[in-house]
């Protein structure tokens, strides 16, 4: 597959500018600084807690701002025009991915800034963040391409931002239901499971099964967009 | 000369109606084809089968000698340029944001915006917001869009559906301008008076197929009537047969003094239209 950092880039610039003047993606990327700020000052410190809204912050950010993204360029019969253009499936898909990604950086770290949350070991931790907001990405760009609105896209949002979040339920659930304790390989609670492994003193070498499983998550997402967005190329 | 695009037999069903039936028509390198038809007949179908987004159901669709298909490669892409109905413009920026996102995507300088936007009209809406733009305008913007990286092959749907005669006329004199540099244009429309002008061909599409396919010149000779109206002195009109016994009687009107004007009865396209297929163009 070909890839021209150039149109990327040139997709990347467009969304800046355009999604400054965005409303929904404004208040989409503030509701987690608000609630960081208030724990913050709780003084909570409590890794499940915290992880909870970095899920949130992933689902609100990585998954919803993407998803609105790319709906908003179907409801307005953009895409089709990028589609159309010399630039790949692959140029389209990162540079359409690349604020989101950014967006979502800055966000997490301003939450954790505001919750007074300092990982023992930041470089394990940045790189389970950096790859959990790839697979959150993934699955944004995914919902924005099966619906066809941007009303649409907030609503089938939902259900996703609910179970990513709150995901760490399941596994309660899942001493009665043994099926549930698939969803131990969900990459909500690979991150969760990696931070308190962290907490405990791990190190990379520690922790390298649970980002091979987010890893493999993205692969999938990844997978399952690119198929879905090709299948988007034609009528 | 070589053929641009080479269509055959080509068919499209949607679940069981049949929006494409048999057609076939080549199109030549440098050629303004036109493919008229009233709103529903496939015009906007065929262009979505040439330009692949749309998948026929029988038949073959050749452009530049490979199957339709193939265009979704980037390099067959640069070659063409697509305005239809879904052809959509970023709302919240500039005209000059959507173009200059587009010379990214084609690897065209920035200095060929103001060139295409003085080709549509719009050298002074560069800095407008698309949100703030009448329909005309959004169409022209599109339009620049569509030919801003000079495109070997032109696909234009109803490219002046929404604009006013006096934009009609700046489009038309930009397309020629494409045409004179070499670009083939296929054009649909149901504008019998846009067809006229600027077509070397054109085919009439009618429920799914193609009906006639000649030069408006040859189509109009075609469907004449061999007569001629004489508006003569006293304001009547006569209609007079082309032959020995109308010269005879045009001698005599002339003799007399008599004759204000002469013409000949050749049909519209638009005639033609309506006497081939019984529809009207709407």
């Given at each position: 597959?070909?890839?021209?950092?150039?149109?990327?880039?040139?997709?990347?610039?467009?969304?800046?500018?355009?999604?400054?003047?965005?409303?929904?993606?404004?208040?989409?990327?503030?509701?987690?600084?608000?609630?960081?700020?208030?724990?913050?000052?709780?003084?909570?410190?409590?890794?499940?807690?915290?992880?909870?809204?970095?899920?949130?912050?992933?689902?609100?950010?990585?998954?919803?701002?993407?998803?609105?993204?790319?709906?908003?360029?179907?409801?307005?019969?953009?895409?089709?025009?990028?589609?159309l253009?010399p630039?790949?499936?692959?140029?389209?898909?990162?540079?359409?991915?690349?604020?989101?990604?950014?967006?979502?950086?800055?966000?997490?770290?301003?939450?954790?800034?505001?919750?007074?949350?300092?990982?023992?070991?930041?470089?394990?931790?940045?790189?389970?963040?950096?790859?959990?907001?790839?697979?959150?990405?993934?699955?944004?760009?995914?919902?924005?391409?099966?619906?066809?609105?941007?009303?649409?896209?907030?609503?089938?949002?939902?259900?996703?931002?609910?179970?990513?979040?709150?995901?760490?339920?399941?596994?309660?659930?899942?001493?009665?239901?043994?099926?549930?304790?698939?969803?131990?390989?969900?990459?909500?609670?690979?991150?969760?499971?990696?931070?308190?492994?962290?907490?405990?003193?791990?190190?990379?070498?520690?922790?390298?099964?649970?980002?091979?499983?987010?890893?493999?998550?993205?692969?999938?997402?990844?997978?399952?967009?690119?198929?879905?967005?090709?299948?988007?190329?034609?009528? | 000369m070589e053929n641009i695009i080479e269509v055959s037999g080509l068919?499209?069903?949607?679940?069981?109606?049949?929006?494409?039936?048999?057609v076939s028509f080549k199109v030549k390198k440098g050629e303004t084809f036109g493919f008229l038809?009233?709103?529903?007949?496939?015009k906007?179908?065929t262009i979505k089968i040439l330009t692949a987004?749309?998948?026929q159901?029988?038949g073959e669709a050749l452009v530049f000698g490979v199957p339709a298909l193939k265009l979704k490669e980037g390099s067959y892409r640069k070659r063409i340029g697509v305005l239809?109905?879904?052809?959509?413009?970023?709302?919240?920026?500039?005209?000059?944001?959507?173009?200059?996102?587009?010379?990214?995507?084609y690897?065209?300088?920035?200095?060929?915006?103001?060139?295409?936007?003085?080709?549509?009209?719009?050298?002074?809406?560069?800095?407008?917001?698309?949100?703030?733009?009448?329909?005309?305008?959004?169409?022209?913007?599109?339009?620049?869009?569509a030919f801003?990286h000079k495109p070997d092959l032109l696909f234009l749907d109803?490219?002046?559906?929404?604009?006013?005669?006096?934009?009609?006329?700046?489009?038309?004199?930009g397309l020629e301008n494409l045409k004179e540099q070499g670009t083939t244009i296929f054009l649909t429309?149901?504008?019998?008076?846009?067809a006229?002008?600027l077509c070397d061909r054109v085919a009439?599409l009618?429920?799914?197929?193609i009906?006639l396919l000649d030069s408006p010149k040859a189509?109009?000779?075609?469907?004449?009537?061999?007569?001629?109206?004489?508006?003569?002195?006293?304001?009547?009109?006569?209609?007079?047969?082309?032959?020995?016994?109308?010269?005879?009687?045009?001698?005599?009107?002339?003799?007399?003094?008599?004759?204000?004007?002469?013409?000949?009865?050749?049909?519209?396209?638009?005639?033609?239209?309506?006497?081939?297929?019984?529809?009207?163009?709407?």
């Amino acid at each position: 597959m070909i890839f021209s950092i150039k149109r990327s880039f040139a997709i990347f610039q467009k969304d800046y500018k355009d999604v400054s003047k965005n409303l929904y993606v404004t208040v989409s990327v503030l509701m987690p600084l608000a609630l960081a700020a208030l724990w913050g000052m709780d003084g909570i410190d409590n890794i499940n807690i915290h992880y909870m809204l970095f899920n949130m912050t992933l689902c609100m950010v990585a998954a919803y701002v993407q998803c609105c993204l790319i709906a908003e360029e179907k409801e307005k019969n953009t895409l089709r025009g990028l589609m159309l253009s010399p630039a790949s499936t692959m140029d389209i898909l990162v540079g359409k991915s690349l604020l989101s990604f950014i967006a979502t950086f800055i966000i997490l770290v301003a939450c954790a800034f505001l919750q007074d949350y300092k990982p023992e070991n930041l470089l394990v931790i940045s790189l389970a963040m950096a790859l959990s907001t790839i697979f959150y990405i993934g699955l944004g760009t995914v919902l924005g391409l099966v619906t066809k609105s941007v009303m649409e896209a907030s609503v089938i949002i939902l259900p996703f931002i609910g179970f990513f979040s709150f995901g760490s339920f399941l596994t309660v659930l899942a001493e009665s239901f043994p099926i549930l304790k698939v969803t131990e390989y969900l990459p909500n609670l690979q991150l969760i499971e990696i931070a308190n492994k962290v907490h405990s003193g791990a190190s990379l070498s520690d922790v390298w099964f649970n980002l091979a499983v987010i890893f493999a998550s993205i692969v999938v997402i990844f997978a399952i967009a690119i198929v879905v967005f090709r299948k988007r190329m034609m009528d | 000369m070589e053929n641009i695009i080479e269509v055959s037999g080509l068919a499209k069903m949607f679940s069981n109606l049949a929006a494409l039936k048999d057609v076939s028509f080549k199109v030549k390198k440098g050629e303004t084809f036109g493919f008229l038809g009233p709103s529903g007949s496939g015009k906007t179908t065929t262009i979505k089968i040439l330009t692949a987004q749309l998948a026929q159901t029988d038949g073959e669709a050749l452009v530049f000698g490979v199957p339709a298909l193939k265009l979704k490669e980037g390099s067959y892409r640069k070659r063409i340029g697509v305005l239809t109905d879904n052809s959509g413009l970023y709302v919240r920026l500039t005209v000059y944001d959507n173009l200059k996102l587009y010379c990214d995507l084609y690897d065209v300088p920035y200095t060929r915006i103001d060139e295409v936007l003085d080709m549509v009209n719009l050298k002074d809406a560069k800095k407008k917001v698309i949100s703030k733009l009448s329909k005309g305008m959004l169409q022209r913007v599109t339009l620049a869009r569509a030919f801003l990286h000079k495109p070997d092959l032109l696909f234009l749907d109803e490219p002046t559906s929404a604009l006013d005669p006096v934009n009609t006329k700046h489009i038309y004199k930009g397309l020629e301008n494409l045409k004179e540099q070499g670009t083939t244009i296929f054009l649909t429309t149901h504008d019998m008076n846009e067809a006229e002008t600027l077509c070397d061909r054109v085919a009439f599409l009618n429920e799914g197929k193609i009906q006639l396919l000649d030069s408006p010149k040859a189509l109009r000779k075609k469907f004449a009537d061999n007569t001629i109206t004489v508006e003569l002195a006293d304001g009547s009109k006569e209609i007079i047969d082309r032959g020995a016994e109308g010269a005879q009687t045009m001698y005599n009107y002339m003799s007399e003094n008599k004759v204000v004007s002469i013409y000949s009865n050749e049909p519209t396209l638009g005639d033609i239209f309506v006497e081939v297929t019984g529809r009207k163009l709407s």
